[in-house]
């Protein structure tokens, strides 16, 4: 933003009359309403047009994601009748995010992103009417199924990429932090409006009802895709997106130790401390009933639903690399009470809490990224993120069920959180650029 113009002369007049008078008593300390209003979220993002659109845009699509993919997983056992075809699902989203997620953010860097962002979001919505046409026509295909799911994880690859690069685009770098808040805190809310609405829903096998759901909720993404700015690439960029372009921005990445640490945490709180792959086990054998799964499930993203609503904070930190390890090692020791907890109530609390933590992790980490990385390496670093983000949780589920079936169920879950907090600190004490980190670069 350039400077105010000076103001006339009269106005200077009064400000000197202003300064000669009597000083006013300071203002009271404020209150709870003060308090509230500084630990609320920071909206002031949304006053943004273009950004306010993306951000509604991004919520709606998302709830009607998450309802897909319970609907796709439901249908397929229901065909199939086999945990082993639902299983196959995993790899098809996962292989697609990793490949189409580092290639597209590739291509962000080297073509307009509104476009871009918009041609992907057709590619997600196209798959999406497909899911809804064969659930109409009673296919019953299940290869049809899970090939219209890696269509549809192609588009969520490359828009994810593409959507984290405009922001620093749409708004000043003071808001970014707020922006990602803002984001984190509406996906959250729709990974647990999602899945309830899809049960709800898809009873007496109502499939064609979720994804024309989906259908229409996604509109609402695609708009706002529409009415973004014109975003052509910054400086010259005249190569073509391919393999270099990919090995180009890894390499740079591998220059740059703060952005390194970003993703290394992350892969840390994830792979080492996720539980999720043992909460059918402890369900079970601790809480009696399968029930409690969903309830394991949904804490961790009400918690960071509520930490998100309280995170106007967030963007008063300036030393975002020590808060990042503090927040990652504060998800390890929550997980791992909720390891030790043997009421149910008790274990969900200490989830929540990690839940929290992890939104805050998950802003700083953007927020770093965003704001360090230059804007002709966004793209590509945002694939990176997107890989990391979809990778870590799986990895998490693979050890914790390793390690569960070779050591118990609770010395996985208690061990990989107080691992996960060990090891993020001993991480974060050898990269001492990555401590010093501060928001003003």
């Excluded at 000083?23 to 979220?41: D, E, F, T, V």
């Excluded at 639903?305 to 020791?333: K, N, Y």
């Amino acid at each position: 933003m350039s400077p105010n113009p000076d103001p006339p002369s009269s106005e200077l007049d009064s400000v000197t009359e202003d300064a000669s008078s009597p000083a006013p008593q300071s203002a009271p300390a404020p209150g709870l309403r003060g308090l509230a209003r500084r630990a609320a979220i920071d909206t002031r993002p949304l006053s943004d047009p273009s950004f306010r659109r993306l951000w509604l845009g991004q919520a709606v699509s998302f709830t009607g994601f998450q309802l897909t993919s319970v609907a796709i997983s439901v249908q397929v056992y229901a065909l199939t009748k086999s945990s082993l075809w639902v299983g196959l699902l995993g790899p098809a989203n996962l292989v697609p995010l990793i490949v189409f997620g580092l290639w597209g953010g590739a291509v962000a860097d080297a073509m307009d992103r509104r476009r871009l962002l918009v041609l992907a979001s057709l590619v997600t919505w196209a798959a999406t009417l497909g899911l809804l046409i064969q659930a109409m026509l009673h296919a019953g295909n299940v290869p049809l199924i899970i090939g219209l799911v890696v269509v549809q994880s192609v588009g969520f690859a490359i828009t994810s990429p593409t959507r984290g690069a405009v922001i620093p685009r749409l708004l000043p770098v003071t808001l970014v932090p707020a922006a990602n808040t803002l984001n984190f805190t509406a996906s959250q809310t729709a990974t647990f409006i999602g899945p309830v609405l899809a049960g709800v829903v898809i009873g007496n096998n109502r499939y064609a009802l979720a994804y024309g759901i989906d259908a229409v909720l996604f509109t609402v993404g695609l708009y706002a895709a529409i009415r973004l700015p014109a975003m052509p690439p910054l400086g010259d960029r005249s190569d073509r997106p391919g393999l270099r372009s990919v090995f180009e921005g890894l390499r740079f990445l591998g220059t740059r130790p703060v952005l390194m640490m970003s993703f290394v945490v992350d892969i840390i709180a994830m792979g080492v401390a996720m539980p999720r792959a043992l909460f059918p086990e402890v369900a079970d054998t601790r809480f009696s009933g399968e029930q409690a799964v969903g309830w394991l499930v949904a804490a961790i993203a009400v918690g960071a639903v509520v930490g998100g609503l309280l995170s106007g904070w967030i963007g008063r930190i300036r030393r975002q690399g020590v808060a990042l390890i503090a927040v990652i090692a504060a998800w390890g020791l929550a997980v791992a009470a909720a390891g030790l907890a043997h009421s149910l109530w008790l274990a969900l609390l200490f989830l929540a809490l990690g839940g929290a933590a992890d939104l805050v992790s998950s802003v700083f980490r953007q927020t770093i990224l965003q704001t360090y990385a230059p804007d002709e390496m966004r793209g590509r670093l945002q694939g990176v993120f997107t890989v990391v983000v979809a990778g870590g949780p799986r990895l998490g589920d693979l050890r914790a069920g390793a390690v569960g079936a070779a050591v118990g169920a609770t010395a996985s879950w208690v061990g990989g959180g107080i691992a996960c907090a060990i090891l993020v600190v001993l991480v974060g004490l050898a990269v001492p650029s990555f401590l010093r980190y501060t928001t003003d670069g």
